[in-house]
Nanobody
């Protein structure tokens, strides 16, 4: 059974940093695109960032551009999200997702597998 397991969430102060990891099991991510999404209380799930199968192309939501960086280590079957200059509005549950395709996407419906999410809370 395919599993995506996020880790690295927690509490950070505004201006601080966190690094999320997403480890895949029973699924090789080496030839598929990955993404991160987030959902704040009372809000819909929103796109954060995506990366293609090689890691050579990435895309970001305007709200995180310049602060967040997605990367991948196919040998470790893991995707990362480095979050810097965190803001209180970044507070949300962050989800890792895998899609059956080579190119990244900002649309949740393009993703076949999802992790259970990890909470990120940023205090002001």
């Amino acid at each position: 059974q395919v599993q995506l397991v996020e880790s690295g969430g927690g509490l950070a102060q505004a201006g601080g940093s966190l690094r999320l990891s997403c480890a895949a099991s029973d699924l090789s991510i080496s030839n598929i695109a990955m993404g991160w999404f987030r959902q704040a209380p009372g809000k819909e799930r929103e796109f954060v960032t995506t990366i293609n199968w090689t890691g050579g192309r990435t895309g970001y939501a305007d709200s995180v551009k310049g602060r967040f960086t997605i990367s991948r280590d196919n040998a470790k079957n893991t995707v990362y999200l480095q979050m810097n200059l965190l803001k209180p509005e970044d507070t949300a549950v962050y989800y890792c997702a895998a899609r059956a395709g080579l190119t990244g996407s900002s649309h949740p419906t393009d993703y076949a597998y999802w992790g259970q999410g990890t909470q990120v809370t940023v205090s002001s």
